[in-house]
């Protein structure tokens, strides 16, 4: 199967249970294939490419359902900062501090990645 071909209803099933089951033995059960067949399939690069879609999208789907709850969590934080209890004032700062730092490292990154990618794009450009 090359990379650009579509992956069959056996593939389809084997990547529903990668999804869900806690062992890729577990995973080729449920799928009904062998455990061989399945560490063949993750040579395949349609194969890797539609897991990696499917496993793509829970996590979109999770990161859509935490920024549905990100103003509550960030209130919750800034209500710990004066509720009288030294070591969840802490924690909450801490906490802030730490997503603060974070958040500035992956916008710096954001910023390196782009500029890279214009860099090559021009280098490209060039050849």
């Given at each position: 199967m090359s990379a650009g071909s579509k992956i069959g209803r056996k593939q389809e099933a084997a990547i529903a249970a990668l999804l869900t089951?806690?062992?890729?033995?577990d995973a080729a059960a449920k799928a009904g294939i062998s455990e061989a067949t399945l560490q063949r399939w993750f040579r395949d690069?349609?194969?890797?490419?539609?897991?990696?879609?499917?496993?793509?999208?829970?996590?979109?789907?999770?990161?859509?359902?935490?920024?549905?709850?990100?103003?509550?969590?960030?209130?919750?934080?800034r209500r710990n900062l004066t509720?009288?209890?030294?070591?969840?004032?802490?924690?909450?700062?801490?906490?802030?501090?730490?997503?603060?730092?974070?958040?500035?490292?992956?916008a710096d990154l954001v910023v390196e990645v782009e500029e890279l990618k214009r860099a090559f794009a021009d280098r490209g450009k060039q050849s």
């Open positions: 089951e806690r062992t890729h033995a690069f349609g194969f890797i490419a539609a897991y990696r879609a499917a496993r793509r999208q829970i996590v979109e789907g999770g990161i859509g359902r935490v920024q549905r709850v990100f103003g509550e969590a960030v209130d919750t934080l509720c009288g209890k030294p070591s969840v004032e802490i924690r909450a700062a801490a906490t802030i501090l730490e997503q603060a730092v974070k958040g500035v490292e992956l």
